[in-house]
């Protein structure tokens, strides 16, 4: 007998195992929301976005039809896919850079308009694809490829907070939340609430997921870790901003706020 | 009239609304589109006709988000289209590429104005170089260029037609001028002429669990090789280069021994007919060519007509980016090209006529 | 000279040619100032196209001003970037009503309709104000008795109706006249007057002075295609 990884049902197992780094966040935010789509039963019915970085590596990632972009164009195109088609669930995965700075209108005006649509956004602090460069959420002090003496806020400013800029735009029905890949449940239950915002057809979702890139960090798995639950916390508050009423709490999501 | 296409009808309309109703007519669903002059009329009457045929419209955050969102209305499998000019001609670039990478059938209108950038809202044809070959790729797509409002009736419901046929990306190139003027025209519907419309078909969300019951649909414009591109895109040129003589298109007269065979496309290409007209009421033997397609390029045509010709004179409002595609057909033939170039100005008739007067007496000094 | 017959010397005709885009209000309104011009009062000609006032009066206005009408338009050497950077209301035009003698409002299409005149100073006090809608029935939104009526109602108040049905360059007699009707059905059925018809020299000439729905023929002179190129 072979035993089998636990795998979502929606993940495609001739692209696995996948082609993210070792201790990359990515595969884990896919899990997450693999395990979504399929608590959800919604497989038939996503189509999944992913943009230029990393994210691009799961363009075949899921049994679902997919759709790769860049620049954060993820955005406009699945909103064009909604629009013409609300029946499908259309799900844009993508990172700081493209959410937060080249792609960041499209996000703005996704979250204003409050597009039916649910955004996904990794958060590892940094361009990783490209070879370790400053993002918008990069944090003080740390050390990219173009803040090799440590980002200064004085000149660059300090890092994005996506999710309370989304909630801050966004209709009152949307879904805004902050998970990270340390708290899979949460994680989970984040990715659950923000499709199940679509499906209700309430408003927009984001989710902003920390993440990790031990590759672009150079951490061996213990800093690596001490970066994502110690570092990044001090910055990005994680927990759910913005939940609409018909949505009600989530008691397993609570517990795990910081 | 309520949610059907306008019976046939001799109308009069400017240029931005006939783009509206044409795109009704070729039964397109949806529009995402942003403001920029001298295109908005073409939103103004699509929002106004939108709710009477049940079709959709976004006005979007800017023209990469009108193309994206364009991009996915045709995976979704709608007939989509967006309009824009000038800068937004630029933008418009980036989700081109991504449709031409991908083989999409999007529709894109273009009204020219004054360039580079900003420059004037009015009108020009600095954007031929841009729409045939803008974008970091080979220029993969279909460029009608169009003479007057009929034509934009016409062409625009063709360009729907083609994209799906063929799914190369398809633009309709017009200009402020035409976009602004008015004029009569017959508006029909395509079916009653016998023109079927082409059926889209969706890209993302067919019938059926992917991965149970269909493969899943996975897109991408990022290849890992330069072997894996290399073939992606040696198989888009084979397939660009089959259907090419399929889809251009041309117009012509007197270009058969014609002393001095204008050359022009557009707007401008009705001066020129206008001027070829009134050569040969006064006896010279003036010719004229247009090619409605600028990418592909009518170049076999092209070449029969200038090898007949004694001169050809290249007519544009720009600074010899329509020339330089005429140039590229005629490589290897000797005759001689002349420009008559007026960047962002409208050309009339007389000047055209009175430019090949001039060459045609300098040619009769010469011999 | 008594009082009350200098007010009647001096009562004067302020017009607003309102309606849908490209229905001829340019034209009708130019003639019509022409026209007012010719009568010897001062007459003033107002650009109120907020939505593309450099198609409009601009190349015109040397011409008018010769013929007697003092034109109220942006001259586009002197503006940047016009339909760009968004439309620019001449402050001249605010106070139009401030000019003696006859005032003629060329109001631009848009979704806010006769709403544009809101911009000028003194409207609610004028006594003999007359908002006229243009209509042309060879544009598909104004081809049919419904739209032509759900059209004037979109456009707030309007006194009177104008058809300026035709082709361009193609029209006849016939179309003129196949649109006089429809304009005469959606007055009546609007409660609003059909004011006149226009229609090019030649054709309102082969009309006669009244066209067979008996309203007053006006002809006209063509500027606009001037006014574009």
């Keep these: 007998m072979t035993v089998k990884p636990a795998m979502p049902e929606s993940w495609r197992l001739e692209t696995k195992p996948h082609k993210f780094c070792p201790g990359c966040g990515h595969g884990i935010a896919l899990r997450a929301l693999g395990q979504a789509i399929d608590e959800l039963g919604i497989q038939d019915r996503v189509v999944f976005g992913c943009d230029i970085g990393c994210s691009l590596l799961a363009w075949d990632f899921f049994n679902v039809d997919s759709v790769q972009t860049h620049h954060g164009r993820t955005t406009p195109v699945v909103t064009g896919i909604k629009r013409a088609n609300p029946e499908l669930i259309c799900v844009a995965y993508m990172g700081d850079g493209g959410g937060y700075a080249i792609g960041a209108q499209h996000l703005v005006n996704a979250a204003g308009r409050n597009e039916r649509i649910t955004v996904i956004l990794a958060n590892n602090t940094q361009y990783a694809m490209t070879g370790g460069q400053m993002a918008p959420t990069t944090l003080p002090g740390q050390k990219t490829e173009t803040s090799p003496y440590g980002r200064d806020p004085e000149a660059t400013g300090h890092p994005a907070k996506g999710p309370e800029m989304v909630a801050a735009i966004t209709g009152e029905d949307a879904y805004v939340a902050r998970g990270t890949v340390s708290k899979l449940p949460q994680l989970r239950r984040m990715m659950v609430r923000a499709l199940q915002n679509q499906i209700e057809g309430r408003g927009f979702s984001f989710v902003e997921v920390l993440s990790t890139c031990p590759t672009n960090w150079r951490t061996n798995a213990k800093d690596t870790w001490e970066f994502l639950e110690k570092k990044m916390p001090a910055h990005f508050r994680t927990g759910e901003l913005k939940v609409p009423a018909a949505a009600g709490k989530d008691e397993d999501g609570k517990k795990a706020v910081h | ?367 | 000279m008594s009082f009350w017959v200098f007010e009647v010397r001096r009562i004067r005709i302020v017009e607003a040619y309102v309606g849908e885009y490209a229905a001829g209000k340019s034209e009708v309104a130019v003639n019509r100032a022409l026209e007012l011009a010719r009568e010897g009062e001062p007459a003033t000609l107002v650009d109120l196209d907020t939505v593309e006032p450099c198609y409009t009066l601009r190349p015109l206005q040397e011409e008018l001003g010769a013929a007697g009408i003092h034109v109220v338009a942006w001259e586009t050497r002197r503006t940047l970037g016009l339909g760009e950077a968004g439309s620019v209301l001449k402050a001249e035009a605010r106070w139009a009503l401030r000019r003696p003698g006859h005032v003629v409002f060329d109001v631009g299409y848009g979704v806010g309709g006769a709403k544009a005149l809101n911009l000028v100073e003194g409207v609610e006090h004028e006594r003999w104000f007359n908002v006229l809608a243009v209509i042309n029935a060879s544009r598909p939104l104004t081809a049919t008795v419904e739209g032509i009526v759900a059209h004037v109602r979109d456009l707030g108040p309007v006194h009177g109706l104008i058809n300026n049905t035709h082709l361009g360059s193609e029209t006849t007699a016939a179309v003129v006249q196949a649109g006089a009707a429809l304009v005469a059905a959606a007055g009546r059925s609007l409660g609003i007057p059909v004011v006149a018809t226009t229609a090019p020299a030649a054709v309102a000439a082969e009309i006669g002075p009244y066209d067979p729905a008996a309203h007053p023929v006006r002809p006209l002179r063509r500027f606009m295609p001037r006014a574009f190129w």
């Design chain 2, 1 to 367: 009239m309520s949610g059907a296409v306008m019976a046939e009808k001799r109308v009069f309309m400017t240029g931005n609304e006939v783009v509206a109703w044409a795109a009704v007519a070729a039964r397109a669903d949806v529009m995402y589109g942003y403001p920029i002059t001298p295109q908005n009329e073409v939103m103004h009457y699509w929002t106004r006709l939108a709710p009477k045929h049940g079709k959709i419209f976004l006005q979007t955050e800017d023209e990469l988000s009108a193309g994206f969102a364009t991009i996915g209305g045709v995976l979704a499998g709608k007939k989509c289209f967006t309009a824009t000019a000038g800068p937004g001609n630029v933008l418009m670039q980036e989700p081109v590429s991504m449709a031409e990478m991908m083989r999409l059938p999007v529709v894109v209108v273009v009204m020219q104005r004054g360039g580079p950038s900003t420059a004037t809202v009015i009108y020009s044809q600095q954007e031929v170089t841009l729409t045939t070959f803008g974008g970091n790729g080979e220029g993969f797509r279909v460029v009608y260029s169009t003479a007057g409002l009929q034509e934009l009736y016409d062409h625009t419901i063709k360009a729907f037609n083609t994209a799906w046929r063929y799914r190369f990306p398809v633009f309709v190139l017009a200009d402020g001028y035409q976009a602004k003027m008015r004029e009569p025209l017959t508006v029909y519907d395509p079916v009653e002429r016998g023109i079927e419309p082409v059926a889209p078909e969706p890209y993302v969300g067919r019938p059926g669990k992917p991965g149970a019951d269909r493969p899943p649909g996975h897109y991408r414009n990022t290849y890992n090789t330069e072997e894996e591109l290399y073939a992606v895109v040696l198989e888009q040129a084979a397939e660009y280069e089959r259907v090419a003589p399929e889809i251009v298109e041309h117009e012509e007269s007197g270009a058969e021994g014609a002393a001095v065979l204008v050359v022009a496309h557009g707007v401008v290409a009705r001066a020129a007919k206008q001027a070829v007209e009134l050569l040969r009421a006064e006896g010279l033997k003036a010719g004229y060519f247009r090619p409605v397609t600028l990418r592909p390029l009518p170049a076999e045509a092209l070449r029969t007509a200038a090898g007949r010709a004694g001169r050809l004179l290249v007519v544009e409002s720009a600074y010899g980016q329509f020339a330089r595609l005429v140039r590229d057909a005629l490589y290897g033939l000797t005759v001689d090209v002349v420009p008559l170039y007026k960047p962002g100005l409208g050309i009339t008739a007389e000047e055209i006529a009175s430019r090949c007067r001039e060459l045609a007496a300098s040619s009769a000094r010469t011999e």
